[in-house]
């Protein structure tokens, strides 16, 4: 559990959290259907003409570049009969037409080539660290002619139609040259960046220099020498182009509209050693590549930004600037891809580099940029903003001076007219959706792909979308794709759907369609998990903002490379949850009634992807485990999301009955004497530390601007009852008779707890009643213990399935108590005592699916009877420990605010009265 949790750490749990939201849909549809289909049934007669006439293959891919040659070899090697159909002269596709100056791969060479051949991987080698187009081209040639992949692949021949036959179940696709062929399956491999983007700007049809695109880049030399060159776009194909080119133009004057971060990516010779050692190690290099966030061997810090100093930081980012990688600035902290802060530490870093390289304040100035770090993919360079140093190079700023038109003779802007000989057009690609629309792919009902996605993109899984039987999408939009290693993301795609076909085959499965409601709920889940992060707070090609028209939303997914693995992974294992598949046969198969399925549809998505995904771990309940293994695999903290930085944090220890305990202050910037909450973490007195609530101990702290002081009692069954009550009073005594040393306001204590820690925190403020103790001012009761039974209904609704169990609840208390009576003892089963008067105001939390929800709320039912002030929420769709998890479910942030603002305004009433 452990280890898989850490796994998930990196770009935080939370983002991962909502991809199990589609789970929701495969309860509240029929989403594994066996139908079946009586086409093959009926005579030739009725076979459609372009049947009868055309060419035939099991499937069809379009496309020659990495994904359709993996593709045509995996197909034929699973013994399908395919045919690739390209549209250029040759194969490569990306790689093919992007070969303007300075091309290169952003992923390091050694890892961005195909990793299913040993043979392959062993005979190729590669000479820099980021290798140049023609180098990756020859790449793909060697390994079109080693697999012998050539004859099954039609070049110059562009697809100009697909359409959907429901009649025969068949896929038409039609070339240019107006012949039909049929396929059972289709499969665009068409790229994501292949669809060129040439804004409509006024005059471009006059320009009489030469004018490129550098994602159509001609064969030929372009011959820059002493030519005015200007170049519009300043994004990766810009950044790489711009120092080439300088080198060579007479004046190259670049048109730039929005600055852009670029780190320098240090490229060399590669060694033999390098080279040696990685393909010895590949095997294991391959495993970290799969399970990773980006697809490469690396991940990102567990450490926030904000734990550092502004020193520390600059040590570290300036190590990962020298380290030359990809993600290497990114994976400094955990948090850049999240907080605003973080991101503007190391956004910080890049600019002040800028403005240590380039020689001119103005020019310096304007290539600063301003949007959040990481949210366009980053840039390497070489040499880049040096270039803006060199006499023949000039900048112009379109944000202050927009083209207003391409003249003749060059451009113009709204301050000024530019004389070129060569308009470099570095503006990019309509991305991801952009190569698949311009198909004309029509599905089922006569509905184009197009007037599908008209207003949105849906797809399930970014492999399939809905009305459109047996075609497969490769690194499609809505996943990882190009927020990836493409390689990577390219061979996990084949390979999820060489085995969907082979199960189809095995099951005599004719068709396979994804359901409208997975991909809603898939849909969902990727805009949510964008939304997480700060990636959908710009305006990029990402978002389909560079296109005018496009719908503006996030186009890939972004949990992941690893978890998306595992989410398809998942789904071809319970048979193609999300799809219908439609059978030549009678079989019918049904669904199985396992946990996930039975699971209420009133549970709340994010709540069940925590599940779910805890589940995915497979590890054995923890009730079958002893103590010290359950204590070591419980760790819950990435559900908590990135701690938040609080005033000052000291760990100490106090004298306590059975030796010393270890408290953890969280004190808020600023002067005291400060309200403080003595807080319990629960984990049913056998599990759970300091650890397990840290972030939500900050976040009270700074919602409530008051100390929280975290308290390690001692666990069982080391230590049985009452040795976690003894502790957990002696500190709530030791806060208030020390409350000048740490400045604290005596008069303003409350208690507080989750779970066990609810428990304690009431049985403590019934202990200070008794004893007369410390005045509690507050008892928050996080969905608390109360009783020693296990005969409530909430307790019979939510016995399994909901993160604690009956069998855990039963463990916890075996593990707590000395005996059986123990249990009818007020202090530890606080629903039994016979007096609850006098205690101070409680707010109780109780969560919907949790079997202590009906104890919480009957205990807060006698506290009130009793006459005690009683708020009492209960949050219906939530989970027990909901309140550690604010990372990864939404409500536990909100839970926790709600805390906070009970406390404040406590804490504020008892200051003024
Ligand atoms: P990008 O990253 O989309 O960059 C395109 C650049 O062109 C970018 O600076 C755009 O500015 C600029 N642009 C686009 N349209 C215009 C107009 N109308 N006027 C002025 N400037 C414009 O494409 P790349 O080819 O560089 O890189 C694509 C991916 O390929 C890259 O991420 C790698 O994965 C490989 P904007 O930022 O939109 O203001």
Same mark, same amino acid.
């Given at each position: 559990?452990?280890?898989?949790?850490?796994?998930?750490?990196?770009?935080?749990?939370?983002?991962?959290?909502?991809?199990?939201?589609?789970?929701?849909?495969?309860?509240?549809?029929?989403?594994?259907?066996?139908?079946?289909?009586?086409?093959?049934?009926?005579?030739?007669?009725?076979?459609?003409?372009?049947?009868?006439?055309?060419?035939? &293959?099991?499937?069809?891919?379009?496309?020659?570049?990495?994904?359709?040659?993996?593709?045509?070899?995996?197909?034929?090697?699973?013994?399908?009969?395919?045919?690739? &159909?390209?549209?250029?002269?040759?194969?490569?596709?990306?790689?093919?037409?992007?070969?303007?100056?300075?091309?290169?791969?952003?992923?390091?060479?050694?890892?961005?080539?195909?990793?299913?051949?040993?043979?392959?991987?062993?005979?190729?080698?590669?000479?820099?660290?980021?290798?140049?187009?023609?180098?990756?081209?020859?790449?793909?040639?060697?390994?079109?002619?080693?697999?012998?992949?050539?004859?099954?692949?039609?070049?110059?021949?562009?697809?100009?139609?697909?359409?959907?036959?429901?009649?025969?179940?068949?896929?038409?696709?039609?070339?240019?040259?107006?012949?039909?062929?049929?396929?059972?399956?289709?499969?665009?491999?068409?790229?994501?960046?292949?669809?060129?983007?040439?804004?409509?700007?006024?005059?471009?049809?006059?320009?009489?220099?030469?004018? #490129?695109?550098?994602?159509?880049?001609?064969?030929?030399?372009?011959?820059?020498?002493?030519?005015?060159?200007?170049?519009?776009?300043?994004?990766?194909? =810009?950044?790489?182009?711009?120092?080439?080119?300088?080198?060579?133009?007479?004046?190259?004057?670049?048109?730039?509209?929005?600055?852009? #971060?670029?780190?320098?990516?240090?490229?060399?010779?590669?060694?033999?050693?390098?080279?040696?050692?990685?393909?010895?190690?590949?095997?294991?290099?391959?495993?970290?590549?799969?399970?990773?966030?980006?697809?490469?061997?690396?991940?990102?810090?567990?450490?926030?930004?904000?734990?550092?100093?502004?020193?520390?930081?600059?040590?570290?980012?300036?190590?990962?600037?020298?380290?030359?990688?990809?993600?290497?600035?990114?994976?400094?902290?955990?948090?850049?891809?999240?907080?605003?802060?973080?991101?503007?530490?190391?956004?910080?870093?890049?600019?002040?580099?800028?403005?240590?390289?380039?020689?001119?304040?103005?020019?310096?100035?304007?290539?600063?940029?301003?949007?959040?770090? =990481?949210?366009?993919?980053?840039?390497?360079?070489?040499? #880049?903003?040096?270039? &803006?140093?060199?006499?023949?190079?000039?900048?112009?700023?379109?944000?202050?001076?927009?083209?207003?038109?391409?003249?003749?003779?060059?451009?113009?802007?709204?301050?000024?007219?530019?004389?070129?000989?060569?308009?470099?057009?570095?503006?990019?690609?309509?991305?991801?959706?952009?190569?698949?629309?311009?198909?004309?792919?029509?599905?089922?009902?006569?509905?184009?792909?197009?007037?599908?996605?008209?207003?949105?993109?849906?797809?399930?899984?970014?492999?399939?979308?809905?009305?459109?039987?047996?075609?497969?999408?490769?690194?499609?939009?809505?996943?990882?794709?190009?927020?990836?290693?493409?390689?990577?993301?390219?061979?996990?795609?084949?390979?999820?759907?060489?085995?969907?076909?082979?199960?189809?085959?095995?099951?005599?499965?004719?068709?396979?369609?994804?359901?409208?409601?997975?991909?809603?709920?898939?849909?969902?889940?990727?805009?949510?998990?964008?939304?997480?992060?700060?990636?959908?707070?710009?305006?990029?090609?990402?978002? =389909?903002?560079?296109?005018?028209?496009?719908?503006?939303?996030?186009?890939?997914?972004?949990?992941?490379?690893?978890?998306?693995?595992?989410?398809?992974?998942?789904?071809?294992?319970?048979?193609?949850?999300?799809?219908?598949?439609?059978?030549?046969?009678?079989?019918?198969?049904?669904?199985?009634?396992?946990?996930?399925?039975?699971?209420?549809?009133?549970?709340?998505?994010?709540?069940?992807?925590?599940?779910?995904?805890?589940?995915?771990?497979?590890?054995?309940?923890?009730?079958?485990?002893?103590?010290?293994?359950?204590?070591?695999?419980?760790?819950?903290?990435?559900?908590?999301?990135?701690?938040?930085?609080?005033?000052?944090?000291?760990?100490?220890?106090?004298?306590?009955?059975?030796?010393?305990?270890?408290?953890?202050?969280?004190?808020?910037?600023?002067?005291?004497?400060?309200?403080?909450?003595?807080?319990?973490?629960?984990?049913?007195?056998?599990?759970?530390?300091?650890?397990?609530?840290?972030?939500?101990?900050?976040?009270?702290?700074?919602?409530?601007?008051?100390?929280?002081?975290?308290?390690?009692?001692?666990?069982?069954?080391?230590?049985?009852?009452?040795?976690?009550?003894?502790?957990?009073?002696?500190?709530?005594?030791?806060?208030?008779?020390?409350?000048?040393?740490?400045?604290?306001?005596?008069?303003?204590?409350?208690?507080?707890?989750?779970?066990?820690?609810?428990?304690?925190?009431?049985?403590?403020?019934?202990?200070?009643?008794?004893?007369?103790?410390?005045?509690?001012?507050?008892?928050?009761?996080?969905?608390?213990?109360?009783?020693?039974?296990?005969?409530?209904?909430?307790?019979?609704?939510?016995?399994?399935? #909901?993160?604690?169990?009956?069998?855990?609840?039963?463990?916890?208390?075996?593990?707590?108590?000395?005996?059986?009576?123990?249990?009818?003892?007020?202090?530890?089963?606080?629903?039994?005592?016979?007096?609850?008067?006098?205690?101070?105001?409680?707010?109780?939390?109780?969560?919907?699916?949790?079997?202590?929800?009906?104890?919480?709320?009957?205990?807060?039912?006698?506290?009130?009877?009793?006459?005690?002030?009683?708020?009492?929420?209960?949050?219906?769709?939530?989970?027990?420990?909901?309140?550690?998890?604010?990372?990864?479910?939404?409500?536990?942030?909100?839970?926790?605010?709600?805390?906070?603002?009970?406390?404040?305004?406590?804490?504020?009433?008892?200051?003024?009265?």
């Amino acid at each position: 559990m452990l280890q898989l949790l850490k796994s998930l750490t990196l770009f935080a749990i939370g983002l991962q959290l909502a991809l199990y939201d589609l789970l929701q849909v495969y309860e509240s549809s029929i989403y594994r259907k066996v139908i079946t289909f009586s086409y093959i049934t009926r005579g030739q007669s009725t076979m459609p003409f372009a049947e009868q006439h055309s060419k035939k &293959y099991d499937a069809i891919v379009i496309g020659a570049g990495f994904s359709g040659l993996y593709m045509l070899y995996r197909l034929r090697e699973a013994g399908f009969s395919v045919q690739v &159909y390209e549209a250029a002269p040759d194969i490569g596709g990306t790689w093919y037409f992007n070969r303007y100056p300075g091309a290169r791969c952003d992923i390091e060479s050694i890892y961005y080539n195909y990793t299913f051949s040993e043979e392959l991987l062993n005979e190729w080698e590669w000479s820099s660290k980021y290798a140049e187009q023609h180098e990756i081209l020859n790449y793909i040639n060697f390994v079109a002619d080693k697999l012998d992949l050539r004859k099954d692949i039609q070049l110059q021949t562009r697809v100009t139609s697909a359409e959907y036959n429901e009649e025969n179940q068949k896929w038409e696709i039609e070339l240019e040259n107006g012949s039909i062929v049929i396929a059972t399956y289709f499969i665009p491999a068409v790229g994501v960046l292949s669809a060129s983007n040439i804004p409509n700007i006024k005059g471009i049809d006059q320009f009489k220099g030469a004018l #490129y695109h550098t994602g159509e880049w001609p064969h030929e030399k372009v011959d820059f020498k002493g030519k005015r060159v200007g170049v519009i776009g300043t994004g990766s194909s =810009g950044i790489q182009a711009i120092p080439v080119i300088a080198q060579e133009a007479g004046h190259l004057t670049v048109f730039q509209r929005t600055p852009q #971060y670029s780190s320098p990516a240090h490229n060399h010779p590669l060694d033999s050693e390098t080279i040696h050692k990685t393909k010895e190690n590949f095997n294991e290099i391959r495993e970290t590549m799969y399970t990773s966030m980006h697809g490469v061997p690396s991940s990102a810090s567990t450490r926030a930004a904000v734990q550092d100093t502004p020193e520390e930081r600059e040590r570290i980012y300036e190590k990962a600037w020298q380290e030359g990688g990809l993600f290497s600035l990114l994976y400094t902290y955990s948090d850049i891809a999240f907080s605003p802060e973080a991101n503007e530490t190391v956004a910080q870093f890049i600019r002040s580099k800028i403005n240590k390289t380039v020689h001119d304040p103005e020019t310096a100035k304007k290539l600063m940029p301003n949007f959040y770090y =990481g949210t366009k993919r980053p840039i390497l360079n070489t040499d #880049y903003f040096e270039t &803006y140093n060199r006499e023949n190079v000039s900048l112009i700023d379109l944000r202050t001076a927009p083209i207003e038109e391409i003249t003749p003779s060059g451009l113009r802007t709204s301050d000024l007219a530019y004389d070129l000989d060569i308009l470099v057009f570095a503006t990019g690609f309509d991305a991801l959706t952009g190569p698949l629309l311009k198909l004309n792919i029509q599905g089922k009902n006569g509905v184009t792909l197009n007037e599908k996605w008209a207003d949105g993109t849906q797809t399930y899984l970014g492999i399939a979308t809905s009305g459109f039987p047996n075609m497969f999408m490769i690194t499609g939009p809505q996943s990882p794709s190009v927020l990836s290693n493409m390689i990577v993301s390219i061979e996990q795609h084949v390979d999820w759907i060489i085995d969907c076909l082979a199960y189809l085959k095995e099951h005599e499965v004719e068709a396979i369609e994804a359901n409208a409601e997975a991909e809603q709920m898939w849909a969902k889940q990727c805009k949510a998990i964008a939304d997480m992060t700060l990636l959908s707070k710009t305006d990029s090609w990402y978002m =389909g903002a560079n296109i005018e028209g496009k719908p503006r939303e996030f186009l890939a997914f972004a949990g992941g490379v690893g978890p998306y693995r595992q989410i398809c992974d998942q789904v071809a294992s319970k048979g193609y949850e999300g799809f219908t598949l439609l059978s030549a046969s009678q079989q019918t198969e049904d669904r199985k009634g396992d946990k996930t399925m039975s699971r209420n549809a009133n549970l709340d998505p994010q709540a069940r992807f925590v599940l779910e995904q805890l589940e995915a771990l497979g590890g054995p309940p923890m009730e079958t485990l002893p103590p010290e293994e359950a204590r070591a695999g419980a760790n819950f903290s990435p559900l908590a999301g990135p701690p938040e930085k609080v005033g000052h944090v000291t760990n100490k220890t106090i004298t306590g009955p059975g030796g010393e305990i270890p408290v953890r202050i969280y004190s808020p910037e600023g002067e005291g004497p400060f309200p403080a909450l003595v807080y319990y973490h629960g984990g049913g007195w056998v599990i759970g530390d300091l650890e397990t609530v840290d972030v939500p101990c900050r976040r009270i702290a700074n919602q409530t601007n008051c100390i929280v002081v975290s308290v390690d009692y001692r666990l069982a069954p080391e230590h049985k009852f009452p040795a976690a009550i003894e502790d957990a009073y002696a500190a709530a005594k030791w806060v208030a008779n020390d409350a000048d040393s740490i400045q604290v306001d005596p008069n303003r204590i409350a208690v507080g707890g989750d779970s066990a820690g609810g428990n304690l925190a009431t049985v403590v403020a019934m202990m200070a009643r008794d004893k007369s103790g410390p005045a509690i001012v507050r008892q928050i009761l996080l969905y608390p213990v109360t009783n020693h039974t296990f005969d409530t209904n909430s307790y019979e609704e939510n016995d399994d399935g #909901y993160f604690l169990t009956t069998a855990m609840m039963k463990w916890f208390w075996n593990h707590y108590l000395r005996d059986e009576k123990d249990g009818e003892n007020p202090y530890a089963s606080p629903l039994l005592a016979d007096d609850l008067s006098g205690l101070p105001p409680a707010f109780v939390i109780t969560a919907g699916f949790d079997p202590l929800r009906d104890e919480g709320e009957a205990y807060a039912e006698r506290l009130k009877a009793a006459g005690v002030p009683v708020e009492k929420t209960r949050y219906d769709s939530m989970i027990h420990g909901f309140c550690w998890m604010p990372g990864a479910i939404e409500q536990g942030k909100n839970a926790l605010d709600h805390v906070a603002s009970t406390l404040k305004r406590t804490f504020d009433f008892v200051e003024t009265t």
